[in-house]
T-cell receptor
Framework: AQKVTQAQTEISVVEKEDVTLDCVYETRDTTYYLFWYKQPPSGELVFLIRRNSFDEQNEISGRYSWNFQKSTSSFNFTITASQVVDSAVYFCALASSGSARQLTFGSGTQLTVLP | DADVTQTPRNRITKTGKRIMLECSQTKGHDRMYWYRQDPGLGLRLIYYSFDVKDINKGEISDGYSVSRQAQAKFSLSLESAIPNQTALYFC????????????FGDGTRLSIL
């Protein structure tokens, strides 16, 4: 079985602060894929990034960066200089190439950026 | 137009009623999924379909059924709705490769009184 844990249920920061959202995963498969999705107040789910298990390079996209560490089974997401528009629920998810063939979501982290 | 369209967007109904939620896609993806979202639980998979003849139960299929009418259409039915099925329901699609992201519809907010 696979599992994704997002221990931070809610985070509040003031605009321009940096914030890191934690994601810890469990899987027995050696090949797997990690994803982050954003759910703004309007409710839709927006794909942000995918990371393969064999690629531990960190990635930066504008104010967003992702830190993937297989040694600690973590795939953390950092927003630099947060903005009010970053307020949303963020989900981490895991898909394995094995028999599961399913996307397992964490419970999400509600990020509120205050002006 | 949206690539993954869910109808209705909102529905309020009574216990015991039969409900159908519909999903259609223009992305040409083979795989389609139904999830429900409850506060504090994230998204949980109800059913998934890898093609028109391949339908599989997900984590929480009890009380639900599905129909894959065509590659582009995947419907979710609640045969006899109960209040604890009140949730936000999402349809998603993907190509037939595990490492590709799923693309979600805008969701259907279902309330069962």
């Amino acid at each position: 079985a696979q599992k994704v844990t997002q221990a931070q249920t809610e985070i509040s920061v003031v605009e321009k602060e940096d914030v890191t959202l934690d994601c810890v995963y469990e899987t027995r498969d050696t090949t797997y894929y990690l994803f982050w999705y954003k759910q703004p107040p309007s409710g839709e789910l927006v794909f942000l990034i995918r990371r393969n298990s064999f690629d531990e390079q960190n990635e930066i996209s504008g104010r967003y960066s992702w830190n993937f560490q297989k040694s600690t089974s973590s795939f953390n997401f950092t927003i630099t200089a947060s903005q009010v528009v970053d307020s949303a629920v963020y989900f981490c998810a895991l898909a394995s190439s094995g028999s599961a063939r399913q996307l397992t979501f964490g419970s999400g982290t509600q990020l509120t950026v205050l002006p | 137009d949206a690539d993954v369209t869910q109808t209705p967007r909102n529905r309020i109904t009574k216990t015991g009623k039969r409900i159908m939620l519909e999903c259609s896609q223009t992305k040409g993806h083979d795989r389609m999924y139904w999830y429900r979202q409850d506060p504090g639980l994230g998204l949980r998979l109800i059913y998934y379909s890898f093609d028109v003849k391949d339908i599989n139960k997900g984590e929480i299929s009890d009380g639900y059924s599905v129909s894959r009418q065509a590659q582009a259409k995947f419907s979710l039915s609640l045969e006899s709705a109960i209040p604890n099925q009140t949730a936000l329901y999402f349809c998603a699609t993907s190509v037939a490769v595990s490492n590709q992201p799923q693309h979600f519809g805008d969701g259907t907010r279902l309330s069962i009184l």
